[in-house]
């Protein structure tokens, strides 16, 4: 198991640096700067500003003196905000745009598992149809349409919840949480129903009926994990594209998170913001595997013997 | 024995285990409450939407609007504008003469001005901070402001390198005496302009060197300012707080004790938080809500006419626009008002020329109207009757929902009045401001707003090789009028009279067409008073009001 983890994490470091080589340079060969503006920037200002920011170097100074920032964990200032790192500006959004998306994945986590395990049930059947087609429409249904119309019914006609905020008002996480988790929620009802029919029809499911227990026991103690696995190993990525994703959520509620400048960091062409987001996001998303690889072969008695010295 | 021991807490065990404290975290304390603008009302607290997180709070570092509204509640300078009348009022200083037929401005500071910490604001204060706001090493955007001071702009090109040659001294710790280049009507209206406002040395000085732009001096715990209100919390891209400040020199006639401002980059959401009472104040309006909010008895619903002109750019070199009859023809053939009426739901007011009309009493001549027939003799003039022989154009703009729907009514039109093939084609902001910057195109979208309320801050884009000319428009004569001649004109009906010769010969030569002038939109609940609507779009939160008891319209409810 050890050298299982071991092996996962030497292959994660090359991943990650070619990612900061990449964006690197594809950042830097977009038209385009940080100090370019409506407003035309006078000459000598303009050549200031580069100086204090490293940006007169040749590009390969730039380059190995950001490697050489980031081994010692900084990400540099950030262009579009002076007087704030990009370190200090993650670390700020990122608690609240982790709680969001913990939030989320628990809400996917109870509709999509009960959806899809009510499903799996009565395959082809009314309690198939109506939630997997509920799933279907939750799929399609893009937060930008799903959030507004969420506000609209729960916070202005029916006046239950608020609309904006986090933390701010008691209840205002819910809808931008709800809103986040449905779309996930839609995939995992999708994950868990194909899961759960390919256990039902095993032999030991068969035989666990034989003996007579009752249906439930059958489904939570024999049949659900299992039938889970496929959604354990969903969810790993899945908790990284929800850090990743949340960035129109956050718009639309006005939740101070990440996301926002992650995708702002791009357009303004604040380029230390850009490369700070994306070597961290790519290093969660990297992590998030490993992690979801290591619960799916402990949750897989099968696996799990393989790794723990038995078999290879 | 290891994984035996793990399997013995079963991952359904944990999962429920965790949900069952997430949810009852999630659902804390649910439950509806009083909403911000109640209790606003009753504590004197502003709730405002204001736009955007802003990039910073140093007055010599920042460029943007969401800036410039939590700044100038920060700090105050030498001159304020009143909100009604835009004319110059007094800031930190109480008064100030012209001398040397309006080159030499002493200004008195008021001895009551003071810093946030208590310390006297001194002229010296100010001689320090412009040499900052100067300073090649600063990387001032916004240092253009001070070029009319005597070398200032040498001084920040690096041509002279002593600040002392500059045109700014303290006399002694109220008078500072500054000598511009020329007279300068609109000087006095600058000094309400961030880049020029002073900032405290010592407390600068504590973090970092004079021209540092990043060091934490600016942040709650560190930062000291001269305006009315002072910072108590900046949560960033969730609000940020200031309280009014006890030792502002004209405190007693601040009447609000805080404003929150919120970053709403979200129109849509900005209009629903208005709705739910918990802003008194929006940004902007949604567009397709506007014709809604119009028709409301006692509407929310604020618009003005705003200091900005939109308008496309021609590249007076490439061909078929190299052609000045191809480029009358091309805006005689728009119809502003059509266009104003349908694509912007009467949110702009249709233009004629760059500056805005009734900019601080100058109105610009309407040289031209919609007039098909003659856009339509004019092209046939240049060699394309009706349209044949036509090489094509292609209109650029950034990538905006709402450029692209003004692009495509322009293509229209040029098609149906003038039989010519328009192609629109759009690129990603950075990308078309490199391509405007290059003067690579051939019509350009483009917008300006104003710095300052002076005609002089629209046509002086147009002299030869200026930084936001982007067209090859070059004419000495027109440079002479903006460079020389209006600058030293004895009365100001004199030099509106150079202004709208100086107009007259940019719409002759129609290097740019006018589209339309913007429009300040806002949301305003009943119960704030003081917040006057003017072409500059400017707010003195000092005057601003709070008076409980008053509730938006039924229809919002």
């Known amino acids: ?312 | 024995m290891a994984s035996a021991a793990l399997l013995a807490i079963t991952p359904h065990r944990i999962g429920a285990y965790v949900t069952f404290w997430l949810l009852l975290l999630l659902l804390a304390g649910c439950g509806g409450g009083e909403s911000n603008v109640v209790t606003g009302n009753r504590d004197g607290v502003l709730h405002y939407g204001n736009g955007a997180e802003p990039q910073g709070l140093d007055p010599h570092v920042v460029t943007g609007v969401p800036e410039n509204h939590i700044i100038r509640a920060l700090f105050e300078g030498l001159a304020v504008k009143n909100p009604i009348t835009l004319e110059p009022e007094p800031g930190v200083a109480e008064r100030w003469e012209f001398s040397d037929e309006g080159r030499v401005i002493t200004f008195h500071l008021n001895p009551d001005a003071k810093w946030s910490n208590g310390d006297q604001v001194t002229a010296g204060d100010y001689v320090w901070s412009w040499n900052r706001a100067l300073h090649p090493m600063t990387g001032n955007e916004y240092s253009y402001m001070l070029f009319p001071v005597v070398n200032a702009e040498a001084y920040l090109k690096g041509q002279i390198t002593d600040f002392s040659e500059v045109g700014v001294k303290a006399l002694d710790d109220t008078t500072l005496e500054v000598t511009l280049n020329a007279p300068t009507p609109y000087f006095i209206q600058l000094m309400d302009h961030y880049s020029t406002f002073a900032v405290h040395p010592e407390t600068l000085l504590q973090f970092g060197e004079m021209t540092d732009r990043y060091t934490p001096w600016t942040r709650v715990a560190n930062i000291v300012s001269n305006g009315a209100f002072k910072l108590t919390e900046w949560s960033l891209n969730r609000r940020i707080i200031v309280e009014k400040s006890d030792l502002y020199w004209d405190r007693d006639n601040v009447s609000l004790n805080k404003v929150v401002f919120y970053p709403t980059e979200n129109v849509v959401s900005e209009e629903r938080m208005f709705r739910a009472e918990q802003l008194h104040y929006t940004q902007v309006a949604p567009l397709d809500k506007i014709p809604a909010y119009r028709e409301m008895p006692d509407s929310p619903y604020v618009q003005a006419p705003y200091l900005g002109t939109y308008y496309y750019l021609i590249n007076t070199q490439r061909p078929p626009v190299d052609d000045v009859r191809v480029r009358k023809a091309l805006s005689m053939a728009v119809d502003r008002d059509k266009l104003v009426r349908t694509v912007l739901q009467e949110t702009a007011v249709p233009a004629y020329s760059i500056t805005p009309p009734d900019t601080l009493g100058y109105y610009p001549p309407k040289l031209f109207d919609y007039d098909p027939e003659q856009a339509r003799a004019l092209l046939a003039e240049a060699g394309y009757p009706n349209g044949e022989g036509w090489p094509g154009i292609e209109i650029l703009y950034n990538t905006q929902e709402a450029h692209r729907k003004i692009a495509v009514a322009i293509q229209q039109m040029w098609k149906s009045e003038l039989g010519i093939d328009v192609t629109i084609s759009n690129q990603e902001w950075k990308v078309y401001l490199d391509a405007v910057s290059q003067i690579d195109f051939q019509v350009a979208r483009r917008g300006w707003i104003g710095d300052y309320v002076d005609a002089n801050n629209f046509l002086d884009m147009f002299i030869t090789g200026g930084g936001n000319n982007n067209t090859h428009f070059a004419d000495p004569v027109y440079d002479d009028l903006i460079l020389y001649k209006a600058p030293k004109a004895a009365t100001r009906e004199e030099r509106y009279a150079l202004f709208t010769e100086a107009e007259t010969m940019l719409m002759e030569q129609m290097p740019i067409i006018p589209l339309y002038t913007y429009t300040s939109k806002h949301l305003i609940h009943p119960s704030v008073e003081g917040m006057y609507a003017n072409l500059m779009d400017s707010l003195n939160l000092k005057y601003v009001k709070l008076i409980p008891g008053r509730s938006l319209p039924e229809e919002l409810r």
């Not at chain 1, 964006?23 to 830097?28: C, E, G, N, S």
């Not at chain 1, 100086?51 to 200032?77: I, K, S, T, V």
């Not at chain 1, 029916?158 to 931008?176: A, E, R």
């Not at chain 1, 007579?212 to 908790?239: C, N």
């Open chain 1, 1 to 312: 198991m050890l050298r299982f983890i071991l092996m996962r994490v030497l292959q994660a470091l090359p991943v990650i640096f070619v990612v900061i080589t990449a964006t690197f340079f594809l950042v830097r060969s977009a038209p385009g700067g940080p100090f370019d503006q409506e407003k035309v920037v006078i000459p000598e200002v303009k050549k200031a500003l580069e100086a204090q920011y490293r940006l007169d170097l040749p590009l390969h100074e730039q380059y190995f003196a950001y490697l050489g920032d980031l081994a010692q964990g900084d990400l540099g200032p950030s262009f579009k905000y002076p007087g704030r790192s990009v370190n200090e500006i993650l670390f700020s959004g990122l608690p609240v745009t982790a709680e969001l998306g913990l939030y989320a994945l628990m809400i996917a986590l109870i509709i999509g598992v009960t959806a899809g395990v009510v499903a799996s049930l009565r395959p082809n059947t009314a309690q198939d149809y109506v939630p997997m087609s509920l799933a279907m429409i939750g799929i399609c249904m893009p937060s930008f349409l799903l959030g507004p119309l969420l506000v609209l019914v729960f916070g202005i006609w029916l006046d239950w919840l608020p609309i904006t905020g986090w933390g701010d008002i008691p209840g205002d996480k819910i809808l931008p949480a709800l809103t986040l988790g449905s779309a996930y929620a839609a995939y995992i009802a999708r994950l868990s129903r194909a899961g759960m029919l390919e256990i039902l029809s095993q032999d030991y499911i068969r035989t666990a009926r034989a003996k007579g227990l009752p249906e439930w026991r059958v489904v939570t103690q024999h049949a659900l994990r299992g039938g889970l696995i496929p959604v354990i190993a969903f969810l790993g990525p899945a908790f990284a594209g929800l850090l990743a994703g949340s960035f129109v959520v956050e718009t639309i509620f006005q939740i101070p998170g990440l996301g926002r400048f992650y995708v702002q960091a791009a357009f303004n062409r604040d380029y230390t913001m850009i490369l700070g987001t994306t070597v961290f996001l790519s290093s969660l998303i990297v992590f998030f595997n490993l992690v979801s690889d290591i619960i799916a072969a402990w949750l897989n008695p099968r696996l799990r013997h393989q790794l723990s010295g038995g078999g290879s």
